[in-house]
C-alpha cells in the first residue's frame, strides 16, 4: 500500500489509490472533535472485508474547531492492518447545510469509485456522531448483492448520552418506537413492498445508508436540502424503481445529544420534545383506522397500476375530493411510487395526521389485536386479503386536533 499527498486544493491528508475499490464510505464532518474519532476507529474496524477493498472519503465542512488535527492523530494511531483507503477534504467558507455537505460527500465518493476503475462499487454514508458495527459495509455489500439498489439502516441512541436524556423522553421513545414497529409490519403484510419484506423497518436516516453509485447517479445524487435529505433521496430512488431494502439487522449507533449541528436535525427534534412533552408524533404515526386505510388504498393503487387500471374514473371512494386532472396525469407516470406520492400529496384526505404521544398506548393495543388477526389469517399467504372483510371507504370526519 502507497500513500501520497494531493495536490488539489480540497485535499490535504494523505490519500491511498488501490487498483479498485468494491465501496466507498462517505462522511460529512461539521466540528465533530468529540466524536469523530470514535466513527474512524468503527470504520477502520469493519471485518470480512479483504484489505484495502474499500475507501473512506472525509469532507470537512467548514469546522472551526480541531477536528482536523483530530482526524490527523486517529489515522495516524490506527494499526496498517486497520488503515483503509483514505481521502480526506476540507472546504471552508462556503454557504452550506446538511443535505448539501452530504451530497459533496457522496458526489466525492462515487467519483472515486469510477476513477478506481470500478464498475458500479457502492456509495455509503454515515455521520461523524454515529459508530457503525463492525460488518455494517459487508452487510450492506451483501444485500446489494442479493438484489436491492440501496440499503438503510436503523439508528440507536448512543447508551451513555442516551442515559443522560430525562426519563419522559425514553417513555415516549418507546412508545413511538412500539407503535412504528406495530405499522410497519402490518403495512408489510397486507402490501409488501418489492424487495423489502418483513421483517424490515421505515428509517431512512444518513447516518445508514448504502446505495449503488449507478443508482445514485441516476437520481441526480443526495438533494442539497437543509433537512429531510436522506429521506427525499430515499423516495427518489423509490420513484426511479430501485429496490431499497430497509433492513432491521444494520443498527448504527448515533449520538443522543441535544445540541445538533443541522438545523431540523435529529437534536432539534429530541430537544423540542423535552421542552414541549405532548408535541406531536412523527407524520405517519396517526390513528390506527387511518393507517389502515392508507395502506389498503396504497395496496390498490399498486395493483391497478400494475394492471393498467388507473385512471380517475376508478379511483377507490376514499380518495374523493382528488382533481381528476391529477389523477388521470398519474396514470401515465413512469413508476407506481410516482403515481403514489402524486395522488398521496394532491388528495385532502390522504393528508397525514400524526398523533400526540398520549394518544398512542390506546392505538398501539388496537394495532396489535389487528397484527394478531393479520398473523393467523397469514395474509401473505393468501395474496395479501386482509380479514374481517375490510374494504376502502370514505374516510371519516375527524374534528381538528388540539
Not at 472525509?58 to 483503509?84: H, K, M, R, Y
Amino acid at each position: 500500500m502507497t500513500r501520497s499527498t494531493a495536490t488539489a486544493d480540497e485535499i490535504s491528508r494523505p490519500v491511498c489509490l488501490p487498483d479498485e475499490l468494491s465501496a466507498v464510505v462517505a462522511v460529512p464532518i461539521r466540528n465533530e472533535r468529540q466524536r469523530v474519532a470514535a466513527c474512524l476507529q468503527a470504520l477502520a474496524a469493519q471485518a470480512g472485508l479483504a484489505p484495502g477493498s474499500f475507501g473512506i472519503l472525509l469532507f470537512l465542512n467548514n469546522c472551526t474547531d480541531d477536528t482536523a488535527c483530530v482526524v490527523s492523530e486517529t489515522i495516524a494511531s490506527l494499526p496498517d492492518g486497520l488503515f483503509q483507503p483514505l481521502r480526506v477534504i476540507e472546504v471552508s467558507d462556503v454557504v452550506a447545510c446538511a443535505g448539501w455537505a452530504r451530497r459533496q460527500a457522496m458526489d466525492a465518493a462515487a467519483l472515486w469509485l469510477a476513477e478506481s476503475g470500478s464498475a458500479d462499487g457502492m456509495v455509503l454514508t454515515t455521520d461523524a456522531d454515529s459508530r457503525v458495527e463492525p460488518d455494517w459495509v459487508a452487510r450492506s455489500l451483501a444485500i446489494v448483492a442479493a438484489g436491492a439498489d440501496a440499503v438503510a439502516g436503523r439508528i440507536a441512541l448512543d447508551p451513555q448520552e442516551a442515559a443522560l436524556l430525562p426519563t419522559s423522553l425514553h417513555d415516549r421513545g418507546r412508545l413511538e418506537a412500539r407503535y412504528e414497529e406495530l405499522l410497519t409490519e402490518i403495512g408489510a403484510r397486507l402490501d409488501p413492498e418489492p424487495g423489502n419484506p418483513w421483517p424490515c423497518h421505515w428509517t431512512r436516516s444518513g447516518a445508514s445508508l448504502a446505495v449503488r453509485r449507478r443508482a445514485y447517479e441516476t437520481v441526480g445524487g443526495m438533494p442539497p436540502l437543509p433537512a429531510g435529505e436522506d429521506r427525499a433521496f430515499v423516495e427518489a430512488l423509490r420513484q426511479a424503481n430501485f429496490v431499497v431494502r430497509q433492513d432491521p439487522g444494520i443498527v448504527v449507533t448515533t449520538s443522543g445529544r441535544l445540541e445538533g449541528r443541522a438545523v431540523g436535525g435529529a437534536a432539534d427534534t429530541m430537544r423540542l420534545r423535552c421542552e414541549r412533552p405532548d408535541s406531536l408524533c412523527d407524520d405517519r404515526l396517526e390513528r390506527l383506522d387511518r393507517a389502515l386505510r392508507r395502506v389498503l388504498w396504497r395496496r390498490w393503487l399498486r395493483r391497478a397500476y400494475a394492471d393498467d387500471r388507473l385512471h380517475a374514473g376508478r379511483l377507490w371512494p376514499s380518495v374523493r375530493g382528488l382533481p381528476s386532472a391529477t389523477a388521470a396525469a398519474a396514470a401515465i407516470l413512469p413508476s407506481f411510487s410516482h403515481a403514489h406520492a402524486a395522488i398521496e400529496a394532491a388528495s385532502p384526505q390522504l393528508a397525514y395526521r400524526p398523533l400526540p404521544p398520549s394518544r398512542l398506548p390506546r392505538q398501539i393495543r388496537l394495532a396489535e389485536f389487528l397484527l394478531k388477526a393479520l398473523r393467523r389469517f397469514r395474509a401473505g399467504d393468501r395474496g395479501g386479503s386482509a380479514p374481517f372483510g375490510i374494504v376502502p371507504g370514505p374516510a371519516r370526519r375527524e374534528p381538528p386536533q388540539r
